[in-house]
């Protein structure tokens, strides 16, 4: 995979991550109105955009974790009887076939995105709880952006498991079949040079 796709990916789960922090940190302090004005958050860019990173990073790792635990393995055994067999079927396509490393490296970048938000929009959805709930403002739209704001972030976690889940399941099943057609092809290779 490129430096940039995967800089470019970690960037995109770190700004769902960013936040959900952004929201647990104003609802410490007791901040319920954004002091930063859109024309001063330029400059701020070149700070942020590291600690984006970095919470890109962690994110997809905690992610990687809990969905590994919970989802991955009862997902994989229906393509592959053991771990160690997905394993070897994936060291096979990527080693044998650039241009299938790269189809597969594409769709593990859509997988890493999906199941990052899956977990900042359930985050993020806390976190707004968190601060709405702690503001010292009641207004009627504070009872609406819970609504409708946790409505959301619920509705796209679902959305992005969802989409983890199907793309998940049509990498494992490629894997399956680019795997068994390159041990064929290589059978039926080997049989042409022994005749």
């Known amino acids: 995979m490129a430096t940039t796709n995967l800089f470019v990916e970690l960037i995109v789960i770190g700004v769902g991550a960013a936040c959900w922090v952004t929201?647990?940190?104003l609802a410490t302090f007791g901040i319920y109105t954004f002091p930063i004005q859109s024309a001063d958050m330029y400059p701020l860019v070149v700070f942020v955009l590291p600690l984006v990173y970095l919470l890109g990073i962690i994110s997809d790792r905690v992610a990687d974790f809990l969905f590994d635990r919970i989802f991955s393995a009862s997902l994989?055994?229906?393509?592959?009887?053991?771990?160690?067999?997905?394993?070897?079927?994936?060291?096979?396509?990527?080693?044998?076939?650039s241009r299938l490393a790269d189809m597969h490296d594409y769709g593990r970048t859509r997988i890493r995105i999906c199941r990052g938000w899956s977990l900042n929009a359930v985050l993020i959805a806390a976190a707004l709880q968190f601060w709405l709930r702690t503001s010292t403002v009641h207004t009627p739209w504070n009872a609406k952006a819970l609504t409708w704001g946790t409505a959301g972030c619920l509705l796209?976690?679902?959305?992005?498991?969802?989409?983890?889940?199907?793309?998940?399941?049509?990498?494992?099943?490629?894997?399956?079949?680019?795997?068994?057609?390159?041990?064929r092809t290589a059978h039926s290779d080997a049989l042409r040079v022994a005749a």
């Open 23 to 25: 929201l647990c940190v």
């Open 76 to 97: 994989r055994v229906r393509y592959f009887k053991a771990t160690r067999d997905y394993q070897d079927a994936r060291r096979l396509v990527l080693s044998t076939s």
């Open 156 to 183: 796209l976690a679902a959305s992005s498991w969802w989409s983890w889940y199907m793309l998940c399941s049509m990498e494992y099943l490629k894997i399956k079949e680019h795997a068994d057609f390159l041990r």
